[in-house]
């Protein structure tokens, strides 16, 4: 990068990571709050552009810089494609901040870093995650928006994996969206770059429950690119279906849920599956049959193929991404509709969502205890032979409407906040050169999202971008990758440990 002359910026050059502060841009609104810490949208002071910042939770780190954030970083400075969140720089601040909790100077404010400063991941910002879309009152997705989406994430999945990166915590609120009808591969905190080596062990403590694996339920340490395609799988089914498919309490309840719709597995259907290291704890205790062709018997019959190739339980078996996108789902009616046609909605975000949900929750017990006590003293009048309070005109009505606000915020009668991860989808009405369907999605208006005989068969619009095309080709299950072990037992899992704040703390050792 050139000196600039004194007084003057370059802002045309690319600042290298780190060398910018914070102070460049101004946080705007909190719109995340994930393992890392907060996600602000933020406007940067000299260009006016819109940024999301992702700050990188430091506070519980004793090993110094968090093994995630190195990850992420390393990976998509890698990776570059229209489906995959761009990184745009990573800036500092030397001291703590005021928004950022604990205080500053304190001991505890920072007990296990030394380092009092924060860094922060400057991201393009996207409108939308998919949870908090799908969630908002009010918005339901079409058949062509679904698959729209659909055809986006699976383009950008085939993308990382040609570049030999698994995602490994495909989810909703990792699928951002922007108001162009763009969606973007993010969060590649537990992304992993391997190489095809056998022999080498991965962690299995990959993936949130609900759209986790049966093999890595079952302990293997040994998988490839198909892991991601059972989250694929799992969140195509649930937004035709209208909610999540395997709801999963533990990893126990998880397999069990997943062996009574897709079947419980032998060595006839799943050859080796008795050899994984925990398929003794979860064998099942009755014979289960495959019935998710009867269960979801109301998706058409292309849906129901490609979920069905999805949701395979042996790995080896599974669809892959490339194979994905030539399914016969994309290719016949309705066609997948263009993104630019999507209806535009306000920023949603599933951190937003919830707290809006939560805020009508408090609101609706605040007015219920209101009316308990109202209720109270009015029949504590009566008891002692008093007449009645006259209630004030507005207090009365109340009694039988709900307060204004309640109405303006979509009133619900309180009940408790639903889990985390469970949103509702609302029920709608290869390698590079190898042979496929898909035109460049720089194009938008290209055949891609019209009719296929539009359009050619032979371009995915992967391995475009300024990497060079890959020479591997996406392997089977068996891949494996180098550095990375098991980790623990059986038990620990997403459930609980990834989805609160301990990922960077529980994958920091060894972890690759
Ligand atoms: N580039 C972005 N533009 C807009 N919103 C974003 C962006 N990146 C992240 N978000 C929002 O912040 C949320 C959390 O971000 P992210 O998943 O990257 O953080 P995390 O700490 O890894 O979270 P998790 O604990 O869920 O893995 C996302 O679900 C999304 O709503």
Redesign the pocket.
Known sequence: MEVAAPGQLNIDECPSYGSRGVDCFEKLEQ??E????R?Y?AREKITGEIV?L?RIRMEDEKEGFPITAIREIKILNKLHHENV?RLKEVVTSLGPEKDEPGTPGKHSYNEGNKFNGGIYMV????DH?LA?LADRPGVSFSVPQIKCYMIQLLTGLHYCHINQVLHR?IKG??L?VDNEGNLKL??F?LAKSYLNVPNVNLTNRVITLWYRPPELLLGTTKYGPTIDIWSVGCILAELLHGKAIFPGKDESDQLNKIFELCGAPDEISWPGVSELPWYKNFKPTRPMKRCLREFFGHFDHHALELVDRMLTLDPSQRISAKDALDAEYFWTEPFPCDPKSLPKYESS???QTKKRRLQQYEEAVKYQQQQHKEAAKHQKLQHLGLPPIQLPRQTRAAHIRPAPSQIMHGYQPPVPPREPQGHQYVKPPGPSGGPNRYPSARNPSSSRYNHPSQGSRSDHGHGRGPYPPPSWAPPSASVVMPGDGPRGGPYGGRSSDM?GRN?NRQYSWRQQ
């Open positions: 719109v995340g994930g393992t890392y810490g996600v949208m999301a992702k969140v991201f393009e910002y996207l995650d908090g915590d609120s990792n951002l993010a969060d905190g975000h599933e951190f989805v990922r």
